[in-house]
């Protein structure tokens, strides 16, 4: 069922931004007060029962120095030189969990690394997660991540989260078998959010593949849809109804549209019709604006699943003719 | 519709408990770790706009001396004597709100010391928090706070709330208008649950009156049903399934029904047949252990709404009979 | 997540009204019946346990002379002059209930006049109801309140439940405790309906503060939305294919737009974008017919609970600015 | 799915009936009353548009002498001499409708003389009803009509529908057409339950046919499942926890199971062991207590529907064997 | 509640039509392999317990020669000369079941010819069905009959169906109570679908009565609404994302309103404006197509059950109008 | 929420086998006639775009020689000697999709061979399937594959599918690869389900790996749980009344259970309490009639998910302890 705007529609829809004045400021204080404390990246070799992998157990310091946790894996049996590296980050709830549940990078021949969301993981499903989200101020919030620090872009958890994301690049960039200059970032839902974020905080990197990318447009999507976890926002604003456009203002440095308009890599999209937890014209929203060449994928049918294996097969073939593998 | 035990059945269900060896002295310990800091209570006048009582923001030091918040709402027009208090808790997910959505108590003579529960109040319901809960761990969870640092107690999020609960009282009691001797504590649903454990961990109050309880029985509410917010156990360790029993051992020392067996004074309590969230035999399994005089009130077709206007009703009744008022 | 019309087009939101020409006629004939019956309007005092109000268990004769119930509460410890009083109607299947379910007003420094509603307070929330709808005809009908008697505005049931809302501001006038000229209606949801209807049948109130109404533009509300009550109507035509034209002709009578067009009081009104039971629209429609002074919050994230107690701070607001405190 | 007894413990259920003393004497004396009406009944022939069947408009005088209508529709073309008449009774929410939902019985053979159900009729299924349901009482009620007047016997909605169906006995018998010693009732749901308390309340009948009967064992049904129509009866209770005992009392007047102890007429059942609706327990609660011949089919996997056209199959088969056709 | 387009706005409602340029070769085709079989129309006498009708156990080689089977029922006690004949069509997921759930059309002194619909009357509605549907290509589909075969018209299922239906027709008027002229088609949902199709194979049917039919314009049906059972399309190509296009060329070959196109029998349509299995834009896309004389019932209030007997009823007097009776 | 028996008594639910006499003699007979067709295992190279994998489209000869797909997926840079294999049944609705969606057991170094399932894959996940279902007869049946040919064993669909399963097992052993002494069998829900069959049909392999397996102990499964696709016999059942004793005997030649009894290879089984699709006592049934070395874990707030990768985890450690790796 269709339930947004039209498919023609949607290859129009751009709307504007609400971009705050100091968005740039933000995050270049933000970037650079993280790289005060020393990124300390480990990479301990895990014996996860695999053949034809090695994985690493990461640790590297992301916001505020905060340990964050990852996974590290590199396909055995290709020539001994410095990889394509796949920084990969994860939907909504889900954690690092087990090695064996990211096997598809490395099947295609790149190194992957796996970023772990802090706090989250937690969700009931994969393996869990193994980052803790401190957080000093502790304010009164819907449950979920979502609202956590919504009255300020200070203390808004995403600003943690997408400071991690910048640092896990640098991270994977410090492991001698990855080729630098080849990054690509990936990731579903809000990992697609996340990948977003980072092609735009990172201004290097060689390819995005946003997948149904979630934090997009918010003020469109809390009205749009009731579906977790945007409606963690609005079941938020329920009680405060004090705080509606002080949350919209806080979304504002964190909204995909902007990270969008600030990224130059390749960029490969892929949105759904039936989509009501992260809305097409969301991603479209951010897809128009997206600075960068780019591609995206339209799925007819499906919900949040998206393309899924057939998105995969798009992937390799958008990474294989930039000539990234 | 009745889910869970008959009547009959309810009125024996005594289990054993769960009990670790060293639960007095991890609460004697919290509590004392508490009490290095300040209590720090203020009542600032309000202006609430009402017109029969007179309403003060309170601040005093919980749990790792954080600010936690409250209301303390006093009759107007009642001879200038202290008076018997009620200390009230919140259910899961409020704030301590607006001082209008808490008239009840003040509306039948009592002082009335409302406390807010750290980081909640963002669900939607009523008027919301004002409460952090600064948490240096932040570990990987569920949405919602029944998982928050569950991987130990010395880091499980109730730790604090129920640190807080017992210094709300000391709170209470220094405000000249409190007689110190007639402190009530009441509370439905989560704020039932608080209401037990403060009962068990402060000796001298008057009279409890948990509505309803949550936190009771944690093994057998998270297997009976899949409701919020008992299903947040269950949901986390869908994922983090390596963290059963770590789970149980850490909820033993936050159970209602191990608080119940050190509480001592007259208790109202109160339970629902139909109530899916804090099933009947979970609250029975409290209420049998509760080693202070007490009496329930069973609701025949009610779900967790129970008694409502009609409880009040017994309440106040049960509070005179005691001699409070 | 919004459904109905945008906040921008909401605004404009003026349907024309359907309004039968002897609408006026029709309502004066009601009144003029109801009142060759004698008001009969007795307060007997009631022990509520209450200390800081003084409650009164209230009986007039309402359409048909039908004995109708309701509390009267005043605040004790003011000054000893008559006070504006408040007078109050119920939501869907609420009843009167227990007066300490009705401590807003009192505790704001009004006099409250609680009416119940004929033959609803079943519906499982609230202490229940103490009011019989005696029917001389009991039509077939769906279940509930919304299609008795609806082949006719003769036999429709709110034609019984307006006219009681007319009286009840009687009876209010008649204790010696109100201040007659200060007559303020208030209500919820069906109380919002019923706010409207004798804002407009009854010239000479001093304000009236409909609070996410009910009742209004049925030909829009049945066809926009399916739930409780508003579905009752549709749900009953389902059967009754042939009556569709004959309901509509009926609901005419009883619309809250033709009411609004006719009141003159300074109205607060609220509606909540995401509210499936009483629609933004349908509450616009008959705010833009209103035709005293008015003003209506729209509260963005809320549904059926609209503003909650944010919107009953603002009604305080509201009245004292008007003088009525 | 099932959910209640097994089928083996159903086949041996037969709870202890809770009986009034004056259960007879309260029958007898409503019965009589009623007969102090003249029956009144009424044949007009009505163009149905049908070829094989002669439709008549039927209307008597029910309890109270209210006017209840119905249909008599004979098969053309049998020999003219009197024919066994199968007088049926309406599932819940449903009217008398159109001649042409009512095609079985005449094609079968039989005279067939629908009672329509007071004040019914308008729950969205079926042509709706044509019956009022007077009621000077009107007392505060869950919507529906589970539990009208249920605060005692002499108010109870279905006081008035049994006298209706015991006089549509006495309707059907005064047309020439039917031979009165061929009575057979029948009926499905509310309509099984009305066929029981006529069996019992009329003791010459032919033959009845509970078919998954609604009105069985109260106290049971009320507590074990949550559907509509049952449930009306707890959600009413939720409001007025004060009237649980007096609900049940008046319910035991209206038991199947008392009725079902006074019958005599062979009967044939059905229930259907996933039938959440009118749940198997309660059904064989009632036949177990039956006292006339009787046997029940037992359907496997059905819910309400039950038996369906296999279950009007058998009760063809069921009259054929007792010699009724 | 209204999902769709206006009632003023359906009238109108006329879309291009997909239609393939061979689709009147592909149906000639398809016809012409059938009638190789020979028809081969057996009536065997059927004992069904009925006294006004004559049942027949029917079976007739549909597509492929393969068995058909249905039910042929003959009012008993009309003068002994050719009927019009109702050839009917069923449900989704129905089968012809037993004799007496197909009782109306013999009321109205119509013969009646129950086609049977291959592989369904497992649905669990209805007594069941009888006919196989072989199939020796079982490609691989969604659950359901919607997909079957989709990736080409040649094996998609409806071929087999809408072949079996206009066979249905020559078995019918092959029997001698039958008179020939006389023949109507009708059926609701999928047999008002079947009934369009078979209107537009066979040009010299006397009227058709499609009713909330299913089967019309695809392309929208399937993105508009989400229930069985259009959405077992959606539902497989959620998987098989490469074959939409495929899919849909596929069912331009069955899309009622290309059938429509060539209808020219008098035609009684019927929708429903809450009808969100059948939705009422895509029943007038094809009612706008119709080629005969047409008219349309639009009921207000009703979902899928549409007119019910209201709409048997205006069928009744739409064939009389018409003279067929 | 548990729903089923206590973890306790699953431990020792051994419930009777219904077993036809002749079971036996029906698999020696269908596998015989499935192997009067050539085997004819085709592998052609199939470009993956994955580097650490050599993958091949299957085709094979399952029952009645019907062309069965699947992939074949073999670990590129081991030591080119014959690989322990693991041969892979799909779960209900999938189809063997991208060769990318099994990458699991290639990264531990087995070979692994996926076999699509006849007929299915077009339910809505995954990347759809490949194989037919010819099927000659086509009954009645309810949506899904449940209910195909239900009505005797010979014509069941699960006959087809076990037929291949066996088949699947010969022809991976075909390929050089594959050391056909290391045949481990492995699958989740159906795919469990299927490797209880092909466990107890082919008795020479080394491992069997049954993951919340599907297809056991019908009798308790359909009456226990209402979830697809267990109750797709119950809803067909609904309609045929008549032949649940035929489906029963009919399931008696596919039940896990019976298999279980026969098979010998060592197995690893895996059930979730919280598993509402396939619930634990089913599961148990077949575990504990299982006659080879087995273990089984249990997954305490799991649903139908299972161990998921904990689950993965468990099966390479329990593979590797049995000196298969």
Chains 1, 2, 3, 4, 5, 6 share one sequence.
Not at 88 to 117: C, Q
Not at 180 to 199: K, Y
Not at 249 to 258: H, K
Request: contains cysteine; negative net charge; hydrophobic residues 40%.
């Amino acid at each position: 069922m269709w339930f947004d705007l039209s498919p023609e529609k949607l290859r129009d829809y751009r709307p504007d931004r609400e971009e705050p004045g100091d968005f740039d400021r933000f995050w270049l204080d933000t970037l650079a007060e993280a790289r005060t404390h020393e990124l300390a990246a480990t990479f301990l070799p895990f014996d996860s029962l695999l053949a034809t992998v090695d994985v690493f157990d990461v640790t590297f310091a992301g916001y505020a120095g905060d340990p964050v946790r990852g996974w590290f894996i590199v396909p055995r049996g290709l020539p001994d030189e410095p990889l394509p590296c796949v920084v990969s980050y994860i939907g909504y709830g889900g954690g690092r969990g087990k090695p064996h549940e990211h096997l598809f990078w490395s099947a295609a021949g790149y190194a992957n690394f796996v970023m772990d969301t802090r706090g989250q993981g937690g969700r009931g499903y994969g393996g869990g997660g193994a980052t803790g989200d401190p957080d000093p101020v502790g304010a009164s919030a819907n449950d979920g991540y979502m609202t956590r620090g919504i009255e300020s872009p200070d203390t808004y958890y995403y600003r943690r989260v997408f400071t991690d994301a910048a640092r896990a690049i640098e991270a994977a960039r410090s492991h001698p078998r990855v080729d630098a200059s080849r990054i690509v970032l990936a990731g579903g839902s809000q990992g697609g959010g996340i990948t977003l974020a980072a092609a735009g905080l990172v201004p290097d990197v060689a390819a995005a593949l946003p997948d149904v990318p979630f934090l997009c447009h918010f003020r469109r999507a809390t009205t749009l849809v009731d579906q977790e976890p945007y409606n963690q926002i609005g079941n938020f604003l329920r009680s405060r109804r004090d705080l509606v456009e002080t949350a919209y203002e806080t979304l504002s440095y964190f909204d995909g549209m902007n990270f969008a308009a600030r990224a130059t890599a390749p960029a490969l999209f892929s949105t759904a019709l039936c989509d009501q937890i992260c809305p097409p014209s969301t991603v479209f929203a951010a897809y128009n604006h997206y600075a960068g060449p780019k591609d995206i994928k339209v799925w007819h049918f499906n919900g949040h699943e998206g393309g899924g294996p057939y998105q995969a097969e798009a992937q390799l073939e958008f990474l294989a003719k930039s000539g990234l593998r």
